[in-house]
T-cell receptor, first 113, second 110 residues
Framework: DTAVSQTPKYLVTQMGNDKSIKCEQN?????MYWYKQDSKKFLKIMFS???????INETVPNRFSPKSPDKAHLNLHINSLELGDSAVYFC????????????FGPGTRLTVL | QKEVEQNSGPLSVPEGAIASLNCTYS??????FFWYRQYSGKSPELIMS????GDKEDGRFTAQLNKASQYVSLLIRDSQPSDSATYLC??????????FGTGTRLLVSP
């Protein structure tokens, strides 16, 4: 009975490739997020969507493109992967757009070789 | 200056002791504050939220907020080895996003 799920859990790929991470939440929340946690464990927001509309778009390279087909799904597509993209990517959701109390997914560990 | 600062630790306490975790933030307009626990290899899990000055208690956890000093803390009473984790302080600065600190690693020894 997973609340926020992500696939895949692990992703190992070569530089220059394009990859996608999928996220789904069954909590009925209106807002979904993508966070990046780097090797030093620093967790930083990348994007947030409220009811399929983009709210937050942090200073993220435009190689990263989020897509929200409906309010229960938020996918992340990454083009032309670089070594520095290696990190753990967490999807999260919250009841409304006032950030705080997010439920996090299990994370996707991306390794770019 | 970092927006949210925490001592990276590790903070080592014996089982049964009180663990005190601290966090300072730079934006005086910050309105809500959160503590997340993250076990190694797992996702962050919300354990406390606090919105007004003072103390808020939930079981063995107490969050303390002092907006004048821009300081928020988390006390864990009767610490258990299962409390060993990284504790992330997060602040909502009013821009519909959370800003996280780098976390404090807590080690509780039996």
């Amino acid at each position: 009975d997973t609340a926020v799920s992500q696939t895949p859990k692990y992703l190992v790929t070569q530089m220059g490739n394009d990859k996608s991470i999928k996220c789904e939440q069954n909590l009925g929340h209106d807002t979904m997020y993508w966070y990046k946690q780097d090797s030093k464990k620093f967790l930083k927001i990348m994007f947030s969507y409220n009811n399929k509309e983009l709210i937050i778009n942090e200073t993220v390279p435009n190689r990263f493109s989020p897509k929200s087909p409906d309010k229960a799904h938020l996918n992340l597509h990454i083009n032309s992967l670089e070594l520095g993209d290696s990190a753990v990517y967490f999807c999260a959701s919250s009841q409304d757009s006032w950030a705080g109390g997010e439920s996090f997914g299990p994370g996707t560990r991306l390794t770019v070789l | 200056q970092k927006e949210v600062e925490q001592n990276s630790g590790p903070l080592s306490v014996p089982e049964g002791a009180i663990a005190s975790l601290n966090c300072t933030y730079s934006d005086r307009g910050s309105q809500s504050f959160f503590w997340y626990r993250q076990y190694s290899g797992k996702s962050p899990e919300l354990i406390m939220s606090i919105y007004s000055n003072g103390d808020k208690e939930d079981g063995r956890f107490t969050a303390q907020l002092n907006k004048a000093s821009q300081y928020v803390s988390l006390l864990i009473r009767d610490s258990q080895p299962s409390d060993s984790a990284t504790y992330l302080c997060a602040v909502n600065t009013g821009f519909q996003k959370l800003v996280f600190g780098t976390g404090t690693r807590l080690l509780v020894s039996p």
